[in-house]
């Protein structure tokens, strides 16, 4: 199964290439806000910093509290994505922590089931981009399957594969989403959308660098406000 995990991401980032005739900009193109806002990991005030504390110190009171995944930067990402408002930010990283208690994606391995979806290409990580940010592709054109868990799956699974591929001050990815074949009739079940919506801004919030679309038709902008998380 690894083997043909590996083989896909291979074919699937040669096919991307083919797809996207766009050269990269060159290294050092962003300055050091924009790497700091696309790219690298939060920066905090002693302000934010106490922020980040009290939140800790609610979810410890919740007994919610897991030193494995309530990390520094993972509180941080949480605080930044509600603008550092204690009780907002306790609350969002509250129910995320109680979702990946119940959904555990950070267990998930590859497997048949997993390796069913892998295989159609519509989601996987294609390697990293000039700045090392993991590039995580979703394909409208390979969407042939009308299993919702099993699609959630794999979208947890490639973007917990994303993290573990981040290095040294990376912490965001790259989500790339080509379009060019989109339309009702090829469109994922709404329940979907917007689950995956819900776990690329609530669940993982803070870590897009950039989203690209690619191709997206006219239709795509109303199946996108009627997925709304």
């Not at 981009?129 to 919702?148: A, I, K």
């Not at 690329?200 to 660098?209: A, D, F, K, S, V």
Request: hydrophobic share 35%.
């Amino acid at each position: 199964v690894k083997k043909n995990v590996g083989r896909l991401r291979l074919r699937g980032r040669i096919a991307m290439e083919k797809k996207v005739a766009v050269q990269p900009p060159s290294k050092g193109k962003m300055n050091a806000e924009d790497l700091q806002l696309h790219v690298e990991k939060l920066k905090v005030t002693e302000e934010q910093a106490r922020v980040r504390e009290e939140v800790k110190k609610l979810l410890v009171k919740d007994g919610l509290y897991d030193s494995k995944f309530c990390t520094e930067e993972e509180l941080t990402r949480f605080c930044k994505a509600r603008n550092f408002d204690i009780k907002k930010a306790h609350g969002m990283m509250r129910d995320a922590i109680k979702w990946r208690n119940h959904a555990k994606p950070q267990d998930l391995r590859p497997s048949n089931d997993l390796e069913k979806q892998a295989l159609t290409g519509k989601t996987y990580v294609a390697g990293k981009d000039q700045y090392g940010r993991p590039v995580v592709v979703m394909d409208s054109s390979c969407e042939n399957s009308s299993d919702h868990q099993g699609k959630i799956d794999n979208l947890l699974f490639n973007l917990e594969y994303a993290k573990r591929l981040m290095e040294g001050n990376v912490d965001k990815w790259v989500l790339f989403i080509y379009l060019d074949n989109f339309s009702f009739f090829s469109a994922p079940p709404l329940k979907t959308s917007s689950e995956t919506n819900r776990c690329l801004m609530l669940r993982y919030p803070e870590r897009m660098g950039h989203c690209f679309l690619y191709m997206p038709p006219s239709i795509f902008s109303i199946v996108w406000k009627m997925a709304r998380y």
